[in-house]
């Protein structure tokens, strides 16, 4: 069973740090890895999808990097906005478990 | 139109009550799906539609019926509902199985309580 786990939990920070949101997941045989924002009480919205045979992808402010072999994917935000304020899901999709997962979850709060 | 539509955004029902929440996609996309969100928990998926059949089903009780009409179009059709159903039910779509297309486009969701 695939084990998605998110750190931190939880984050504060003022508007315009450099943010890196970290996701580690257990079963490596996933096809690709998507990272997603929600807004309290609304839909997920996809940012950034990675295939498997990718290590990397970028849009605007945002990279997200992938290393299969050990399990963990990385979102980095650049010159955070208080508009960037909402959590953070990422959802390897695995081969053997035929579905994507989601984690935990990072609830991001930028000050201004 | 990349868009999702969800209705009703809200529902209120007794457990006594029938009702059926509503999902929509015009992208042309091939797989949708049902999840299901707690407050301050990820999403769990329900049921997953590929090409208009039943794919997954993640031992949901009998009392969440799904059904896809065609190709656009996902109910969920809920009776006897318990007051614990009471959560965000978000409706997805991909152009494919999104564990091998990826990019899953959700809708906004339907806020359940259940009296």
């Known amino acids: 069973k695939q084990e998605v786990t998110q750190i931190p939990a939880a984050l504060s920070v003022p508007e315009g740090e450099n943010l890196v949101l970290n996701c580690s997941f257990t079963?490596?045989?996933?096809?690709?890895l998507q990272w997603f924002r929600q807004d309290p009480g609304k839909g997920l919205t996809s940012l950034l999808l990675i295939q498997s045979s990718q290590r990397e992808q970028t849009s605007g402010r945002l990279n997200a990097s992938l290393d299969k072999s050990s399990g963990r994917s990385t979102l980095y935000i650049a010159a955070s906005q208080p508009g960037d304020s909402a959590t953070y899901l990422c959802a390897p999709g695995a081969g053997t478990a035929s579905k994507l997962t989601f984690g935990t979850g990072t609830r991001l709060q930028v000050t201004l | 139109d990349t868009e999702v539509t969800q209705t009703p955004k809200h529902l209120v029902m007794g457990m006594t009550n029938k009702k059926s929440l509503k999902c929509e996609q015009h992208?042309?996309?091939?797989?949708m799906y049902w999840y299901k969100q707690k407050a301050k928990k990820p999403p769990e998926l329900m049921f997953v539609y590929s090409y208009e059949k039943l794919s997954i089903n993640e031992s949901v009780p009998s009392r969440f019926s799904p059904e896809c009409p065609n190709s656009s179009l996902l109910n969920l059709h809920l009776h006897a509902l318990q007051p614990e159903d009471s959560a965000l039910y978000l409706c997805a779509s991909s152009p494919g199985l999104a564990i091998y297309t990826g990019e899953l486009f959700f809708g906004e969701g339907s806020r359940l309580t259940v009296l």
């Open positions: 992208m042309g996309h091939r797989a």
């Open positions: 079963d490596s045989a996933i096809y690709n």
